[in-house]
């Protein structure tokens, strides 16, 4: 992967040329403004619609049209087991086994559901460990389920900042902040990717680190699911959630996920919330008046599944499966270097504060006239994400982001510059 980036657009098409993944792009609906097909590098944010998923959806529609009730067993994709379609490529996505995996409720719901379960606190054990900068849901939950427990919040919840001066927290402070609440922490929970700067955190030793401990290890993947590679298996997760309208493109605040490590799934004395939908399916409408959860991630499931959504998510997901995570990840890594080889050819200004452990995201400091420059990018066709105070965030994504785009990114922002200067 040792290519001499050129900033040109001949060079970007030749790049696009070589790219084996480049008919993706034609798979999805670009956002068209004023009769213009806008340059999209908000994936991060809210993942651009599979020209497959009306269809999908379509499908149990009619489905529903032509079978009312009967279509929980009779669809051509029975509602009753719908989630079971989306298990194994989820599964593959996030490195899980597929009885690890559900798909239900959105992200937040699945983290309180989980946290149920795994956040357990004891007068003793009840710190939880999370990065500075978290998704503010996070930290709200966090919060919320500390004071559920009767804890003070502040004093439960430990904050890893970044060391001055930087933006990125080093890996040695979360071990170093695990290993200094050995005797109070109950749970590790942390972004895959933290959704500000972009940084991906070792999973894998933050894990073993806090099992060392004697903690739990759970992780919000909302901007790694679909981004990076992961085996969360193997890495001994205890637990972790992610949504699907991000980098999985299933659309406006659609069906999220949830994973279970294998080694809890037959532990029937793991406190939950339960629903009929996590009773074993082989009685559930028995109706029974005890519920027995079925050994599998499905036992944190409440309710009947909605189906609608599921579909737009199997529209994206099938898409995943034939492009393939491998290749993805791997244009995602040339794709991505050839955006910060674009920005840093932009202007001096720009300091870029994702770090080397990064997906397919770059945030960058923009110390003047950000807003000013993240506007007119928007007037002139491109989609940007805007932090407050001072960062754009940018995401190529490989699906359907081309080098092209990159390129034009570049040239846009170059003008952004001229122009507020
Ligand atoms: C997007 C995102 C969320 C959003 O949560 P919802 O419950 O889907 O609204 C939460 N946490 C992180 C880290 C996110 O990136």
């Known amino acids: 992967m040792n290519v001499q980036f050129e900033n040109s657009l001949e060079f970007a098409k030749s790049l696009d040329r070589q790219d084996e993944l480049a008919e993706y792009r034609s798979r999805f609906f670009f956002p068209v403004i004023k009769g213009k097909s806008q340059i ?12 497959a998923t009306e269809s999908y959806i379509e499908q149990e529609l009619n489905d529903w049209k032509e079978f009312g009730v009967e279509g929980h067993f009779h669809a051509k994709n029975p509602w009753y087991s719908y989630h079971e379609l989306l298990r194994d490529a989820s599964a ?9 995996v559900v798909i239900m409720n959105s992200l937040t719901t699945n983290l309180h559901l989980l946290m149920v379960s795994f956040y357990r606190p004891t007068k003793q054990r009840y710190k939880i460990i999370c990065e500075y900068g978290a998704f503010p849901s996070d930290n709200y939950a966090l919060q919320s389920q500390a004071q559920f427990h009767g804890f003070d919040a502040d004093d439960a919840i430990v904050i ?62 909302a901007h790694a699911t679909g981004n990076i590679k992961m085996s969360l298996h193997d890495w001994n997760v205890d637990f972790a959630v ?26 029937k004395d793991l406190p939950r919330f339960a629903g009929w939908w996590g009773n074993d399916p082989a009685t559930r409408f028995q109706m029974a008046d005890k519920f027995e959860p079925v050994a599998a991630a499905d036992a944190w499931q409440l309710s009947n599944a909605p ?7 199997k529209a994206s997901l099938d898409i995943f499966t034939t492009a393939g995570l491998e290749k993805l990840t791997i244009k995602s890594k040339l794709l991505t270097s050839y955006l910060e080889y674009v920005l840093k050819n932009v202007s001096d200004e720009i300091q870029i504060i994702t770090p080397v452990e990064r997906g397919c995201q770059l945030s960058v400091i923009i110390p003047r006239d950000g807003k000013r420059i993240h506007e007119y990018l928007t007037d002139n066709g491109v989609i940007t994400d805007w932090r407050e105070p001072d960062v754009l965030r940018l995401a190529p994504v490989p699906l359907y982001n081309s080098f092209e785009d990159v390129f034009k990114l570049g040239n846009v922002m170059k003008e952004a510059f001229a122009v507020t200067a």
């Open 40 to 51: 999209y590098f908000t994936g991060n944010s809210l993942g651009l619609q599979p020209v």
């Open 92 to 100: 593959e996505l996030v490195g899980a086994k597929p009885s690890e």
């Open 160 to 221: 890893v900042k970044p060391k001055v001066g930087t933006h990125v927290i080093a890996h040695e402070d979360v071990l170093k902040a695990i290993e200094e609440n050995k005797d109070s922490l109950a749970l590790v929970m942390m972004g895959g990717v933290n959704y500000y700067n972009g940084q991906v955190f070792n999973m894998s030793e933050i894990t073993e680190a806090a099992h060392n401990v004697g903690a739990i290890a759970g992780f919000d993947l």
């Open 242 to 267: 992610w949504c699907s309208y991000k980098y999985l493109n299933a659309g406006p605040g659609s069906v999220a996920g949830a994973f279970v490590h294998e080694k809890h799934l037959c532990n």
């Open 307 to 313: 189906v609608l959504s599921m579909a737009a998510l």
